[in-house]
């Protein structure tokens, strides 16, 4: 899908997917191309990370 922050001029192409794993777990594998540069690239993966990590946060309230 094409994917950008509301400040970009262009969008980035962004593939997630979602891995069944043992014992009923799943996996969330994220990749982003087309992003402007090196800076953008770590950015985003500090920004994916993030929201990952919120995720997990809100999955395991849930408990």
Excluded: C, N
């Excluded at 962004?14 to 992003?35: F, N, Y």
């Amino acid at each position: 899908m094409r994917w950008k922050l509301p400040e970009w001029e262009k969008p980035s192409r962004l593939q997630l997917l979602l891995l069944s794993v043992a014992s009923g777990k799943t996996t969330v594998a994220i990749h982003q191309e087309m992003l402007e540069d090196v800076y953008v690239r770590e950015l985003m993966r500090r920004f994916w990370a993030e929201k990952l990590k919120q995720i997990k946060t809100h999955l395991e309230a849930g408990r």
